[in-house]
C-alpha cells in the first residue's frame, strides 16, 4: 500500500520516474511488462555488486529449466532463434508473423508447451515455410544436434551440409507440428500413466508405477528429517536398472551449474555478513555434491537468515512441473528487502501464534508452537529459469515439511511485482464487465490493492506454515493432488483471517468492509474470470486454478442453498452475488477445517473426490460466454515480464565502483541476448 502513495507530488525525480512505462510488448494470449527495482540506487556498493553477481548466478541457469520442460527444447529453441536472426528469407507476410509469434511463446513458456495450460503450441505457419526458412539458415549458425548417435554437424561420414538443414527439419517438424506428440508437459488427468503421458524431461523410459515405487521404496516413515528424495535428479531406466541422473557438477546439467557457481564464488566474497557467506558456499557445496543433505543445510541456513537485506533463491524447487510432484524445476530470483512495506508482515508474523490458535481447525492438527514464520515485502531485482518470465507474486520456502516444522519458513510478498500488475491492469474496463454492479468496482479500487497484498502475505506467511500433520503421515500422501490441497489451504486460511477484526485491530486494513473487495474478487475469479486462462474444451489443470476453482465452486455449492451467494444471469451475462459476507467467512472456515483434516491426516481419497468434484471441470456454456465477454475487452489472460538490465561501472584498475539498472530492453532483444551471453548446455542433455 505504501507503494501507490509513493512518489505522487513528491521530488521531480520521482514524479519523472512515474511515468515508468511498464507495457513492453504483447501477442497471444501474453502481455509483456517491466516491473520497477525501487530503491536499488540507494543500496550501498557492495549490495549493488552482491545483486549483480546474484544475478549472473541466476541467468545462467536459463538453459537448465528449458531442458527440464522438454528434451527437445533447447534443439528447437536455438534452431528458431537461427532462423529469427540469420534466414535470408522475407520477414513478411502471415507466415513469417506466425512464426514470430510462436518464437515469442516459446520464450515466454520455457519451451513448446504452454507455461499455463502444458498444452503444446500448435504453429501457425506452414511446415513449407518452417523448412524452407530452416534452409535459408548458414550452416555454421545452425545447433549442433546428434540423430541415432550420430554428429550431424561435421561433414563426414558421408554428410554433406545441405544435408544439415534436411536432417535438421526431419528431426524438427514432428516435434513441432505433430499436435499428438509430445502433447502435453504435465499431464494430471486421472486414469492416465502421468509419468508416460507427461513431456516433461524427468523420467525416461520408465512409468509413473515404476517411479512411485522407487521413491516410495527410499521414503522411510520413521525418519524425522527425510531428504527429499528425487528433487535434484532424472530418473532413468537403463538395461531393466532404474538410476537416477543427479543435476550436480560432474553430472547433469554440469556446464551451467559451473557458470552458477563461478558468479556464487563472487557473490559470496561481498556477502553482507558472515551468515551469509556460508549460506552461499553450502549452496556451491550443494551444486558440486548433489548431495540432498547439504541442500537441506543450506536451506536451514538460508531460512534462519534474517538479517541480510539482499536475498536470493537458486536452485531446484518447486515441483509443480512433474506430474508426481518429486522433482525441482530450476529457478532462481534476486531481491532486496522493502522496509517499509515490511512492517505490515512483521506485524503478521509477530501475532503468528494468535493466528495459528484462532485458526478454525481441529486441535490435534494444530501447530502447538508456531516457529520462525519470517515474513518481508521483498522487491524483485532479477528473475530466472522457472520464476521468469511469468512469475509468482508470493513465495514461501523452503518446501521440506520437516525444516517447516523444526526451522520455520520465509515468506515473501514481491510488491514491485504486485504493483506492476496493477499499475498495467488500470482502466482495463475488467472490472466493469463481470463485476455485479457499481459497488464492488468501487470496493475493488478503494481497497483491492490493500487486501490483495494482505491476501499474498497471509497465504504465505501464516498459510503454508501453519497446521501439521498427524505422526507417521507420509508427507506426500496425497500425491498428485497434494499440491492442490496445499495451496487451497494457504489460500482457505488467508481469505478467513481477512475477514478477522483481528486485522483491524492491528491496523492491517482500514476498517472492517476491505475484506469484502478481496471475497468478491476471489469468488468471480474462481466460479468465473479464471476460466478467460483456459482454452475452449478444456478442463482446469494447473494447481493455483485448481485450488481457486475447488474453493470458489465448493462455496457457491453450500452457500447457494442459504441465499449466501448465487450466480445471476441478468441480460445473458453471468454475474456473482454475494448476499452475506458474513456468513460466507464462516464457510471458509468450515471448508479450512476439512482441508486441513485431509492434509493432517494423509486422506488420499478425499483429496481425490474434492478435487475432481470441485476443481477440474467446466461448464462449456459458462466457459463460452466468459470467453466471448473477456474477448471483447481486447485484454490479455497472462502477463510477462523482462527483467532490467545491470551494468557494473569500472574504474581504471578495472574495480566496479557502481551497479547501474536499466529498464531499456525490448523482449525480443533480451531473449536474444540471453541466448547468446547464456548459453550454457548443449541442445541435448
Ligand atoms: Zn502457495
Request: glycine share 6%; hydrophobic share 35%.
Amino acid at each position: 500500500m505504501s507503494i501507490v502513495l509513493l512518489g505522487l507530488g513528491c521530488t521531480t525525480k520521482q514524479a519523472a520516474t512515474e511515468e515508468f512505462n511498464y507495457k513492453v510488448d504483447r501477442f497471444a494470449d501474453v502481455e509483456i511488462i517491466r516491473y520497477r527495482v525501487r530503491g536499488f540506487e540507494d543500496l550501498s556498493l557492495r549490495q549493488k555488486k552482491l545483486i549483480y553477481y546474484l544475478s549472473e548466478a541466476a541467468l545462467w541457469g536459463r538453459d537448465i529449466i528449458y531442458d527440464q520442460n522438454y528434451r527437445h527444447n533447447l534443439l528447437i529453441r536455438q534452431s528458431l532463434e537461427s532462423i529469427y536472426q540469420y534466414a535470408a528469407i522475407s520477414r513478411q507476410g502471415e507466415d513469417w508473423l506466425a512464426f514470430e509469434e510462436y518464437l515469442k511463446r516459446l520464450w515466454v513458456a520455457n519451451g513448446i508447451h504452454h507455461h499455463y495450460s502444458t498444452d503444446k503450441f500448435r504453429p501457425g505457419f506452414s511446415k513449407e515455410f518452417f523448412v524452407k526458412a530452416l534452409k535459408a539458415v548458414p550452416d555454421d549458425k545452425l545447433p549442433i544436434f546428434t540423430t541415432e548417435n550420430r554428429m550431424l554437424n561435421e561433414d563426414q561420414e558421408g554428410y554433406k551440409t545441405e544435408q544439415l538443414a534436411d536432417s535438421l527439419a526431419g528431426c524438427l517438424l514432428p516435434l513441432l507440428f505433430d499436435a499428438g506428440l509430445d502433447a502435453k508437459r504435465v499431464n494430471q488427468a486421472q486414469g492416465k500413466d502421468l509419468v508416460l503421458s507427461s513431456a516433461c524431461n524427468f523420467y525416461r523410459d520408465l512409468n509413473q508405477k515404476e517411479a512411485e515405487a522407487f521413491y516410495a521404496a527410499l521414503n522411510n516413515p520413521d525418519d524425522p528429517s527425510p531428504v527429499s528424495y528425487g528433487l535434484n535428479s532424472r530418473l532413468i531406466k537403463e538395461e531393466g536398472q532404474l538410476r537416477e541422473e543427479v543435476w550436480k557438477i560432474g553430472g547433469l546439467y554440469s556446464s551451467a551449474l559451473e557458470k552458477i557457481v563461478y558468479w556464487l564464488d563472487l557473490a559470496k566474497d561481498v556477502a553482507e555478513n558472515q551468515v551469509q557467506k556460508e549460506i552461499i558456499q553450502s549452496l556451491i557445496d550443494y551444486y558440486h555434491s548433489g548431495d540432498l543433505k547439504t541442500f537441506d543445510q543450506f536451506s536451514i541456513l538460508w531460512v534462519q537468515d534474517l538479517q541480510s537485506k539482499v536475498d536470493f533463491i537458486n536452485g531446484f524447487i518447486e515441483s509443480y512441473g512433474d506430474p508426481l510432484g518429486i522433482k525441482g524445476s530450476w529457478e532462481a530470483i534476486v531481491n532486496f528487502k522493502n522496509e517499509e512495506a515490511s512492517k505490515r508482515t512483521q506485524i503478521i508474523s509477530d501475532n503468528a501464534q494468535w493466528f495459528e490458535d484462532h485458526a478454525p481447525i481441529a486441535d490435534a492438527f494444530r501447530k502447538k508452537q508456531v516457529k520462525g514464520v519470517s515474513a518481508k515485502v521483498i522487491t524483485n531485482a532479477i528473475m530466472a529459469g522457472d520464476a521468469y518470465p511469468t512469475t509468482a507474486i508470493g513465495i514461501n520456502l523452503p518446501n521440506a515439511n520437516w525444516i517447516r516444522r523444526d526451522y520455520g519458513s520465509k515468506s515473501v510478498t514481491i510488491e514491485n511485482i504486485t504493483e506492476a500488475y496493477f499499475k498495467s491492469s488500470q482502466g482495463s474496463g475488467f472490472n466493469e464487465e463481470f463485476m455485479w454492479s457499481d459497488a464492488e468496482v468501487e470496493a475493488s479500487a478503494n481497497y483491492g490493492f490493500v487486501t490483495g497484498n494482505l491476501h499474498t502475505d497471509l497465504h504465505e506467511c501464516l498459510g503454508h506454515g501453519s497446521g501439521q500433520l498427524l505422526p507417521g503421515v507420509d508427507p506426500n500422501a496425497l500425491r498428485s493432488y497434494g499440491s492442490v490441497m496445499e495451496e487451497a489451504r494457504a489460500d482457505l486460511f488467508a481469505l478467513y483471517f481477512l475477514a478477522d477484526p483481528k486485522l483491524v485491530e492491528l491496523g492491517l486494513v482500514p476498517d472492517g468492509q476491505a475484506y469484502k473487495a478481496e471475497y468478491y474478487e476471489y469468488m468471480m475469479n474462481g466460479l468465473l474470470t479464471q476460466l478467460t486462462r483456459i482454452e475452449k474444451g478444456r478442463q482446469i489443470e494447473e494447481s493455483h486454478m485448481r485450488n481457486r476453482a475447488l474453493i470458489a465452486r465448493w462455496l457457491l455449492d453450500r452457500g447457494s442453498k442459504d441465499k449466501v451467494m448465487e450466480l445471476k444471469k441478468q441480460h445473458n451475462k453471468t454475474y456473482l452475488l454475494i448476499h452475506d459476507y458474513e456468513a460466507l467467512r464462516q464457510m471458509t472456515g468450515q471448508l479450512l477445517a476439512e482441508v486441513q483434516r485431509i492434509k493432517s491426516e494423509g486422506d488420499y481419497p478425499a483429496a481425490q473426490l474434492m478435487v475432481e468434484n470441485y476443481a477440474v471441470q467446466v461448464d462449456p456454456l459458462l466457459h463460452q460466454e466468459i470467453l466471448d465477454r473477456y474477448a471483447k475487452l481486447n485484454l490479455s489472460p497472462y502477463k510477462g515480464f523482462v527483467n532490467p538490465t545491470y551494468k557494473p561501472v569500472y574504474n581504471d584498475k578495472n574495480e566496479i565502483v557502481d551497479v547501474t539498472v536499466h529498464y531499456d530492453e525490448s523482449y525480443v532483444k533480451q531473449h536474444l541476448r540471453y541466448s547468446k551471453d547464456y548459453a550454457a548446455l548443449p541442445v541435448q542433455n
